[in-house]
């Protein structure tokens, strides 16, 4: 499969952002990763029946994460955002080119990783980053409150573009299954991340662990198109 060619970028690297206890607790994690950078292929991915299902692309296996396109129909729900204002999720997705992601703010390996990287992401864009919605969705409702989203929030310098939305455990199981991203438990979490240009259009999903400097090129792709 087509690798792209990686231009060098000053971008550093998101497991800098963890403290030493989450890195050594990584443990798994961090080999994952590092077996995902050097371009190994994500055989989980290959052996999901359910997702075949959703995509209807070939996947492209790029450094460190698998790219396909995919059509997902967003459940019609009411999330809860960081203020605890109660929101349409359609809504949220409408208007604007998206990066979304699902977190939960107890997580100790993984979303540490995603949410330094959609940092990253949110300060390259730089005023460009007013044009674009980033979403990050709790997978543990239960204990993800609007004020634990606000803090975590805080955590990784959020701007009003970057929305952490949860809500109840039903209506967020709803979007996890609609997006193919539930796995029944949260530790079983899996690194992933969507983008799409707007309402009507098809969804990029890269699994794994995409950089900052991926997810900007991804972005940049479907902005042009």
């Given at each position: 499969?087509?690798?792209?060619?990686?231009?060098?970028t000053?971008?550093?690297s998101?497991?800098?952002?963890?403290?030493v206890p989450?890195r050594i607790?990584?443990g798994?994690?961090g080999?994952l990763a590092?077996?995902?950078?050097?371009?190994?292929?994500l055989?989980?991915?290959?052996?999901?029946?359910?997702?075949e299902?959703h995509h209807?692309?070939?996947?492209?296996t790029?450094?460190?994460y698998?790219?396909?396109?995919a059509?997902?129909t967003?459940?019609?729900v009411?999330?809860?955002?960081a203020?605890?204002?109660?929101?349409?999720?359609?809504?949220?997705?409408d208007?604007?080119?998206?990066?979304l992601?699902?977190?939960?703010?107890?997580?100790?390996a993984i979303?540490p990783v995603m949410s330094?990287?959609f940092s990253q992401?949110q300060t390259a864009l730089g005023?460009?980053?007013?044009?674009?919605r980033?979403v990050?969705?709790?997978i543990?409702p239960?204990q993800?409150t609007p004020?634990a989203?606000?803090?975590?929030?805080?955590?990784?310098?959020?701007?009003p573009q970057?929305?952490m939305?949860?809500?109840s455990?039903?209506?967020?199981?709803?979007?996890?299954?609609?997006f193919?991203v539930?796995r029944?438990d949260?530790?079983?979490?899996?690194?992933?991340?969507?983008?799409?240009a707007?309402p009507g259009?098809?969804?990029v999903r890269?699994?794994?662990?995409?950089?900052?400097?991926?997810?900007?090129r991804?972005?940049?792709?479907?902005?042009?198109?």
């Amino acid at each position: 499969m087509d690798k792209h060619d990686h231009a060098p970028t000053d971008f550093a690297s998101p497991f800098a952002a963890l403290p030493v206890p989450a890195r050594i607790k990584c443990g798994a994690i961090g080999m994952l990763a590092l077996a995902l950078s050097l371009g190994a292929p994500l055989l989980a991915l290959a052996q999901d029946p359910h997702h075949e299902h959703h995509h209807h692309a070939m996947p492209s296996t790029q450094d460190g994460y698998v790219r396909t396109q995919a059509s997902y129909t967003i459940p019609d729900v009411g999330l809860l955002d960081a203020d605890g204002i109660r929101v349409s999720l359609s809504n949220e997705l409408d208007g604007k080119p998206v990066i979304l992601n699902f977190i939960f703010t107890s997580c100790g390996a993984i979303c540490p990783v995603m949410s330094a990287t959609f940092s990253q992401v949110q300060t390259a864009l730089g005023p460009e980053r007013d044009t674009v919605r980033m979403v990050s969705i709790s997978i543990d409702p239960e204990q993800d409150t609007p004020a634990a989203l606000k803090a975590y929030a805080g955590k990784y310098g959020a701007g009003p573009q970057w929305q952490m939305l949860t809500g109840s455990l039903d209506d967020s199981i709803a979007v996890q299954r609609a997006f193919d991203v539930y796995r029944g438990d949260k530790m079983n979490h899996q690194p992933a991340t969507f983008l799409r240009a707007g309402p009507g259009q098809p969804w990029v999903r890269l699994d794994g662990f995409a950089s900052a400097a991926d997810i900007l090129r991804e972005y940049r792709k479907l902005a042009a198109n």
